[in-house]
DNA sequence: AACCCGGGGCC
DNA sequence: GGCCCAGGGTT
């Protein structure tokens, strides 16, 4: 029995009960990939039950506001993913009038849909025998045939994906790349994998030579830069001022305090806020991300002057308006730190 | 090809 | 502290 069908009779007996599985409407898969991408099953499973609650078909999703579905989205990170869900769903009512592509070729056109998206619709909802490459994919290939090329290297990838096209043929396209999904994420897992209980441990390569720790190969490593926030929460009136972020930074479109940024813990108190008294200022909170430290201080601060002079892009809004607006992990988190911002 | 984009879980 | 997660877009 060769590797395709061992992969395939262990997933029809293990496989998880995930909420997207038995629908193979694409709208509803589309949503699922989109969510995990970079992302776990379990962390996605909630944000996946509410989207489709709220948003049960792709023209429900594009008739709604970018606010809208990154205030869903909110908390799980990797905000372009909402943002570009909100277009795509928008691309398939005006470019594909209001239905779903069916084609490989096709449903890649969708922003936010690369190779991995397209592959895990058309063969999950067509059965297009185009193998998907995900990072299960990755550790179950790279260990099983001993792949030395790093993943994350152009040459790489195209071995992976020769390898992996070569592989699903002969086999039923949804079926099998679920199941090689889910062996490695169950079984191939990236520490501690479960060799003694896998399907394909007697012809894994990494496995007879002891060495599958080793793989896969990776040859990039990820640098964090280090950055200081200063938020200054002003209460006027009861009411707080607030800004969208924009520009090419992290956090696109949502909302904040407004923020000086500085290029290190200390900070020169800016002359713009000299009218302003500082109550309190909270203790340097790290935030961490993948790529960046950031290093946060929430000045509270209080102005009940008529005329006040606020910057042009802050919004004044009660605390109940302020927590509609899509925040990130690291201002929802300052309302459970502080009482004072908690709700009447 | 290199860099950017979140947050959480696990060791 | 480092690695990884059902990756994709931009430059």
Known sequence: ??????????YSENKRDLPWRNSSDPYFIWLSEVLLQQTRVDQGIGYYLRFINKF????????????????LWQGLGYYSRARNLHFAANQVINEFNGEFPTQYKEIIKLKGVGEYTAA???SICFEESVAVIDGNVFRVLARFLAIDPPIDSTLGKKEFKKIANELIKTHLPSVYNQGIMELGALVCTPKLPD???????????????NSFLNYPVKSKKTKQRKR????????HFDKYYIQKRVGKDIWQNMYQFPLIETNSEMIEWNKAFENISID?????IKHILSHQIIYAKFWFAKTNTLDFKAASNWELLELDELKEKPLPKLIENIFYEYPQLSTK
Do not use: R
């Not at 029995?1 to 262990?10: A, E, H, L, Q, R």
């Not at 049960?56 to 205030?71: C, F, G, H, I, Y």
């Not at 200081?228 to 209460?235: E, H, L, S």
């Open 195 to 209: 060799c003694e209980n896998c399907p394909i441990n007697n012809s894994c390569i990494s496995f007879s030579q």
């Open 1 to 10: 029995m060769n590797f395709g069908f061992k992969i395939i009779n262990w």
């Open 120 to 122: 895990a619709i058309s």
């Open 280 to 284: 309190y200022i909270s203790e340097t």
């Open 228 to 235: 200081y926030f200063n938020f200054i929460i002003i209460n």
């Open 56 to 71: 049960p078909t792709v023209l429900a999703l594009a008739n709604s506001s970018e606010e809208e579905v990154l205030k």
